[in-house]
């Protein structure tokens, strides 16, 4: 093969780094979700997710040189650490009680349908960080891009009351 030849083969293949760990990963939790379904998929990526979650938790308080965020800071670092992976979050409204947040692209692009198990991410980073500063969180992924909506909506209780209680989604506590 000479080298003009090759110059057209990588041009017609639409490959790059991004999109390969993207196919990795959908590949990945889907095998996962095959294999031992679900709710177990769901809780290797919560795994995960807890890690990188206080990975970025230290990272985001020692650029800010602070100890504990408040409720602002930890809606800005929501916000902040998704738009530098292409999650496109904004504030829908946030209280004392709770942040409700919605987006309409995932990090994991349109590799992210079907596989709901890569939800638990979102979940785990946004409770992890906001338990850790803020002592409690519950995460409810009300509507997902892997579930088929046309946008991810997220709302974080920030307190245990009758609200949160009956709400579904996942409770973090501070470490």
Known sequence: MN???????????????????????????????????????????????????DELNEQYKSALQLEKL?????????????????????????TDEKIILQSTSCPFGDKVKGRPSLCMMTSNVFGVIAAENLGYAKVQLSETIAKGSDGCKVVIYLQQNQESNDASGIDYFQG
């Open 3 to 53: 080298e003009i030849e090759a110059v057209n083969i990588d041009a017609s293949i639409d490959l790059n780094r991004d999109s390969f760990f993207r196919d990795v990963l959908r590949h990945l939790t889907g095998t996962l979700q095959d294999v031992v379904g679900l709710d177990d998929a769901s809780g290797f990526v919560s795994v995960v997710g807890q890690r990188i979650g």
């Open 70 to 94: 408040d409720r602002e800071q930890v809606t800005q670092v929501l916000i902040s650490l998704k738009h530098k992976i292409s999650g496109n979050f904004v504030v829908v409204s946030q």
